[in-house]
């Protein structure tokens, strides 16, 4: 067997998954290459019963080992000629390495791939336990480090989009658990918005990514697939064994749930009133080839004001918990610095931001905490994410 190959836990893999990486044997013969769809055989389930085999390069403990090592060498101040044998040479071969901690950006990482095989799925075998799985992982994180959490996410989904479908439903997961939690929804409901947020899209999401990342806007035929998707992925959800009918409604509706208060409406409609201001939200904050992203305080607008113009009542819970310059959007300080939000303040306008560029437009050796509570660090304009010409050191400002 090659030395670079590592064997996959039992169960790692599922009937109907995308792969994420290639799939060898144990004698290194490849079975299935990156990006076909696992379907039913004697091989597969085989294989889903543990004898399958990735290469270690194509795992996250690979890659946090390797940089650790690398690192470590620098630290040591070894020759440069040393650092790029052992780079050549580093291979994953102890099985402790796989239990290192992720940090956030591996973390989130891993997630985005879990829930974009996961929502690809054709044949899905226990969705709704796994489905919950996923959630609870994220809702952890975000439980654990909610700020910060909000920073990875909305800046990595402000600045590219790969992914898109899947980083939506991530984010749209977040927000809506804060949002119940502002709301103080209990638990049966707030755990339907959970599952309808993540869902919301089931079936569109293949769709949703190649009109983020074509050139040309949306064809008609390309509307039409996606008219009604709300109909199909609450078809799909019901026939993969969700039974929640306040979450099923919610999906159907989520395009369709009008202006107006909450209070009146059945929960399923509440629900994907709440549902189509977080959408809303997410994709404005998200860019596509064909539109760049826009900035927090544009978005925040874009759900606090309703389709007339007048306050909304769901998009101002969502509002109410972000704030009107989200983390991990762009701001231009009174002082003439440029910085990201980092922390949620006091107040919806009033956030701790990071500069990162000087009143001169020269970026700052590390991000420097401003309070814009402070005249003179006070907000003086929300700027889209593609006004940003730095490269952001996101471990640094998860730091603060």
Same mark, same amino acid.
């Given at each position: 067997?090659?030395?670079?190959?590592?064997?996959?836990?039992?169960?790692?893999?599922?009937?109907?998954?995308?792969?994420?990486?290639?799939?060898?044997?144990?004698?290194? #013969?490849?079975?299935?290459?990156?990006?076909?769809?696992?379907?039913?055989?004697?091989?597969?389930?085989?294989?889903?019963?543990?004898?399958?085999?990735?290469?270690?390069?194509?795992? =996250?403990?690979?890659?946090?080992?390797?940089?650790?090592?690398?690192?470590?060498? =620098?630290?040591?101040?070894?020759?440069?000629?040393?650092?790029? #044998?052992?780079?050549?040479?580093?291979?994953?071969?102890?099985?402790?390495?796989?239990?290192?901690?992720?940090?956030?950006?591996?973390?989130?990482?891993?997630?985005?791939?879990?829930?974009?095989?996961?929502?690809?799925?054709?044949?899905?075998?226990?969705?709704?336990?796994?489905?919950?799985?996923?959630?609870?992982?994220?809702?952890?994180?975000?439980?654990?480090?909610?700020?910060?959490?909000?920073?990875?996410?909305?800046?990595?989904?402000?600045?590219?989009?790969?992914?898109?479908?899947?980083?939506?439903?991530?984010?749209?997961?977040?927000?809506?658990?804060?949002?119940?939690?502002?709301?103080?929804?209990?638990? %049966?409901?707030?755990?339907?918005?959970?599952?309808?947020?993540?869902?919301?899209?089931?079936?569109?999401?293949?769709?949703?990514?190649?009109?983020?990342?074509?050139?040309?806007?949306?064809? %008609?035929?390309?509307?039409?697939?996606?008219?009604?998707?709300?109909?199909?992925?609450?078809?799909?959800?019901?026939?993969?064994?969700?039974?929640?009918?306040?979450?099923?409604?919610?999906?159907?509706?989520?395009?369709?749930?009008?202006?107006?208060?909450?209070?009146?409406?059945?929960?399923?409609?509440?629900?994907?009133?709440?549902?189509?201001?977080?959408?809303?939200?997410?994709?404005?904050?998200?860019?596509?080839?064909?539109?760049?992203?826009?900035?927090?305080?544009?978005?925040?607008?874009?759900?606090?004001?309703?389709?007339?113009?007048?306050?909304?009542?769901?998009?101002?819970?969502?509002?109410? =918990?972000?704030?009107?310059?989200?983390?991990?959007?762009?701001?231009?300080?009174?002082?003439?610095?440029?910085?990201?939000?980092?922390?949620?303040?006091?107040?919806?306008?009033?956030?701790?931001?990071?500069?990162?560029?000087?009143?001169?437009?020269?970026?700052?050796?590390?991000?420097?905490?401003?309070?814009?509570?402070?005249?003179?660090?006070?907000?003086?304009?929300?700027?889209?994410?593609?006004?940003? #010409?730095?490269?952001?050191?996101?471990?640094?400002?998860?730091?603060?």
């Amino acid at each position: 067997m090659p030395v670079d190959l590592i064997q996959l836990p039992a169960q790692s893999l599922r009937l109907g998954m995308t792969l994420p990486y290639d799939v060898y044997d144990g004698g290194g #013969k490849l079975l299935y290459a990156r990006g076909q769809t696992l379907r039913d055989s004697p091989l597969v389930r085989g294989l889903i019963d543990g004898g399958a085999w990735v290469r270690s390069e194509d795992t =996250v403990e690979y890659q946090r080992a390797r940089a650790h090592r690398l690192d470590t060498l =620098v630290l040591q101040d070894k020759p440069l000629s040393d650092i790029a #044998k052992a780079d050549t040479s580093f291979r994953l071969e102890q099985p402790a390495a796989a239990k290192v901690e992720l940090g956030p950006r591996e973390a989130w990482s891993d997630l985005l791939l879990h829930t974009h095989a996961l929502l690809r799925e054709t044949e899905p075998q226990d969705f709704a336990g796994r489905l919950a799985a996923l959630r609870d992982q994220a809702l952890q994180r975000l439980h654990a480090h909610p700020d910060a959490t909000l920073v990875l996410l909305i800046f990595e989904t402000s600045q590219e989009f790969a992914d898109y479908s899947a980083r939506h439903a991530l984010l749209s997961l977040l927000l809506a658990d804060l949002t119940a939690q502002q709301l103080r929804m209990p638990a %049966p409901l707030r755990e339907a918005l959970q599952g309808a947020a993540l869902t919301m899209n089931y079936g569109a999401g293949p769709a949703h990514d190649r009109l983020a990342a074509q050139a040309d806007a949306a064809t %008609p035929s390309q509307r039409q697939a996606l008219a009604a998707h709300g109909d199909r992925a609450a078809a799909r959800l019901a026939q993969a064994g969700i039974t929640d009918n306040a979450w099923l409604t919610a999906v159907r509706l989520h395009h369709e749930a009008g202006p107006g208060p909450l209070a009146g409406r059945g929960a399923g409609e509440m629900l994907a009133r709440l549902l189509r201001r977080i959408d809303i939200f997410g994709a404005r904050l998200s860019p596509r080839r064909t539109r760049k992203a826009l900035s927090g305080a544009a978005a925040a607008r874009a759900v606090f004001l309703d389709e007339h113009q007048q306050p909304d009542e769901a998009g101002a819970a969502l509002i109410k =918990v972000v704030g009107l310059y989200p983390p991990g959007t762009i701001v231009r300080l009174a002082n003439g610095e440029v910085g990201v939000v980092y922390k949620r303040g006091f107040s919806a306008n009033e956030p701790m931001v990071a500069a990162l560029l000087g009143k001169s437009g020269s970026p700052l050796s590390n991000p420097v905490p401003r309070d814009t509570r402070l005249a003179s660090q006070a907000i003086a304009a929300s700027l889209a994410p593609a006004e940003l #010409k730095l490269r952001v050191n996101l471990e640094a400002l998860l730091r603060l």
